[in-house]
């Protein structure tokens, strides 16, 4: 369950960042300015021994040296503990560009489509578009991630996806009438971030501590909502100064800042040995032998299905909440509102990394999401339905970070890039599905008996998910091995 996945409310490409760390094989985290590739620090070297060093974790009493005394602050306020490795830090502040760019880009396609068609129809077919090589790519991108060196993939792929905004740029300063050429840089585009998505994913588990990776996952997360509110906000603004085409222009300016970063990182080729192509199947295989891995994305897949409303909002802002024709500011309010729940968990998320018991977080979460959203589906006040999808995007913030955690923490580096893959694909595939279910039923009973059942119909299905695949309510990171792997499925 995420609203901060790729094709994230808008139905359109963005771009944001997961963390986490590796298993056996994995290396220990870099946090260096040493020029690429040189001395010691490089990426390749072996792990020190479990217990030892700053930011080792605490055997004797399953603590780290931050959640001891004197540190309680950490249990309100955002664990920002992840940005003293230089490495991360960077990485963070490109994304923190990047998220605002790629969401002015994501709402200046769709206005673009509809001056040039003058139907909303053609908005929703780019919202295909994008979804279509997304999918794809995911797949083949996460295969790709563990083959070659995954610095050179984002230095390419971050390329690919600002010439793709530089052509958008051109083609609207050109005054192009052609939709069928902005829908052809948006599929490209999104076939670059595919590749992009999962090969930064699998990178981040490289260059932090294990302990601190439910907290890399929040500050990324949280990034990202920020970029939600913020960079529609500014289309309103920007439009009317410097026009829609130097839009996308300004998207292609904020990749730089994670250029930056990603050339200031060494090489990092896939760990494990590498016989040939990673294979897409291969992966699929992985996850399938992989209970407590699989699990993390039925629970998803089962919360994003029955429990998202969001093709519901408009109809609802209008008739339930009695917004104007096109649904008003009452529309707006419905569509910030998760993703201020999401800000406002992450501003307030310095437990995260304390929770061990991560398998019972995600299921209570998922519960606390279903209940929200039928909660939800029973009021006609606005302000009180805000409250109800704003606990909603708290919740979806705490599930989505635990979920990386264990997926990256329990994947082996080799198979960790088609993880992510499948990651990127669940994440935007379950959204889109979630809209056919609930507009069907919707149809056929009303908006609040959709909304309503499919949020109890989360809950129920998720507890008996968790009751037959138990390795997800039985995962403790305590019980993880030195080596800073689960527990065995």
């Known amino acids: 369950m995420t609203s901060d996945g790729p ?16 298993g056996p094989t994995s290396t220990g985290p870099v946090g260096t300015d040493q020029p690429a590739g040189t001395g010691p620090q490089q990426i390749q070297q072996r ?25 309680s602050w950490r249990n309100v306020g955002p664990d920002l503990r992840p940005l003293s490795v230089p490495a991360y830090r960077r990485l963070f502040i490109g994304q923190v560009f990047t998220v605002v760019g790629s969401m002015i880009t994501a709402v200046a396609v769709q206005q673009q489509v509809f001056d040039l068609t003058g139907s909303s129809a053609w908005v929703g077919f780019a919202s295909l ?24 993939l984002l230095i390419i792929t971050s390329i690919g ?50 302990e601190m990776v439910p907290s890399a996952n929040a500050l990324g997360m949280t990034v990202f909502s920020i970029g939600v509110i913020v960079g529609p906000l500014l289309v309103g603004v920007l439009i009317p100064l410097v026009g829609l085409a130097w839009l996308y222009f300004i998207d292609a300016l904020t990749l730089v800042a994670i250029l930056y970063a990603v050339l200031r990182l060494p090489p990092i080729p896939p760990l ?21 891995l699989l699990m993390t994305f039925v629970v998803d ?16 802002a209008e008739e339930t909440f009695g917004g104007a024709i096109g649904g008003g500011y009452q529309l707006g309010v419905l569509n910030a509102a998760l993703a201020v729940g999401t800000l406002i968990g992450g501003l307030t998320g310095g437990w995260i990394h304390r929770v061990h018991r991560q398998g019972i977080a995600i299921v209570a979460a998922i519960v606390v999401w279903g209940a929200s959203m039928a909660l939800y589906g029973t009021t006609s006040i606005l302000w009180l339905a805000a409250i109800f ?13 635990y979920r990386s955690t264990i997926l990256q923490v329990n994947a082996t580096d080799e198979m960790r890039g088609r993880m992510q893959g499948v990651f990127t694909v669940v994440v935007a595939g379950g959204p889109r599905v979630a809209d056919v279910v609930h507009g069907l039923v919707a149809s056929a009973t009303s908006t609040a008996f959709a909304t309503t059942a499919g949020g109890i119909a989360a809950i129920v299905l998720t507890l008996l998910a968790a009751a037959m695949g138990r390795s997800l309510i039985r995962y403790d990171t305590r019980h993880r091995p030195d080596t800073g792997r689960a527990a065995p499925d």
């Open 7 to 22: 094709l994230t409310g808008d139905g359109l490409g963005s771009r944001a960042d997961g963390s986490v760390r590796s």
């Open 272 to 292: 494990g040995e590498q016989r040939g192509r990673a294979k897409v199947v291969d992966g699929l295989r992985y996850l399938w032998l992989k209970p407590l």
């Open 389 to 401: 999808l704003a606990v909603g995007g708290w919740a979806d913030l705490v599930s989505a970070v």
């Open 47 to 71: 792990p020190e021994p479990a217990g030892t060093g700053p930011t080792s974790t605490d055997r004797s009493t399953g603590t780290s040296p931050s959640d001891k005394p004197g540190r």
């Open 161 to 210: 996806i600002a010439v793709t905004s530089i052509g958008l740029w051109l083609a609207a300063l050109a005054a192009s009438e052609s939709v069928w050429t902005v829908f052809a840089l948006l599929a490209l585009q999104q076939a670059f971030f595919a590749v992009n998505q999962p090969t930064r994913s699998a990178i981040i588990p490289r260059i932090v501590p294990v």
């Open 301 to 316: 897949i089962i919360a994003m299905v029955f429990g998202m409303p969001r093709a519901l909002f408009p109809q609802m």
């Open 129 to 152: 578009v994008a979804l279509v090589p997304l999918v794809i790519f995911g797949l083949l991108g996460g295969a790709i991630a563990d083959t070659y060196d995954r610095r050179k």
